[in-house]
């Protein structure tokens, strides 16, 4: 961790090329300024829902190969995931979200980064 990260109290969360959010937050399940741990898998998807407090809905969708018809299909999921106080999120922004430990009943997913903002905001 280098000087800079130390003094600002933003955790270098081990993933190259995604950057800290500028908001600082004192909760305690944020990656970036609190003791969460990233493991597993890292996915990008679309805001669909967010009406809770602190999570989201995120649509994924993936291409899976049929090997019957050798063809690939599309499918997709709703991912329920815990969203920082210090990222931004509104319904419609392409997200990048990284599996963690379980955190709800339904949630074990957290955002990271907002890759886009909706258009026409």
């Excluded at 130390?6 to 908001?23: L, T």
């Excluded at 989201?56 to 063809?71: F, G, P, T, W």
């Excluded at 990048?96 to 990271?112: C, D, G, Q």
């Amino acid at each position: 961790m280098s000087s800079s990260q130390r003094s600002s109290g933003v955790r270098n969360i081990g993933i190259p090329g995604v950057k800290p959010p500028e908001k600082m937050c004192s909760d305690p399940t944020c990656p970036w300024h609190g003791h969460l741990k990233i493991r597993g898998i890292l996915l990008e998807g679309v805001v669909v829902k967010r009406r809770a407090q602190k999570t989201a809905i995120v649509l994924h969708e993936y291409l899976h190969y049929v090997s019957k018809y050798m063809r690939y299909e599309r499918r997709r999921r709703k991912i329920h995931v815990r969203v920082p106080p210090c990222i931004d999120v509104e319904e419609g922004d392409k997200v990048l979200i990284a599996e963690t430990r379980p955190l709800a009943k339904t949630v074990a997913f957290v955002v990271i980064s907002v890759l886009e903002k909706k258009r026409g905001s």
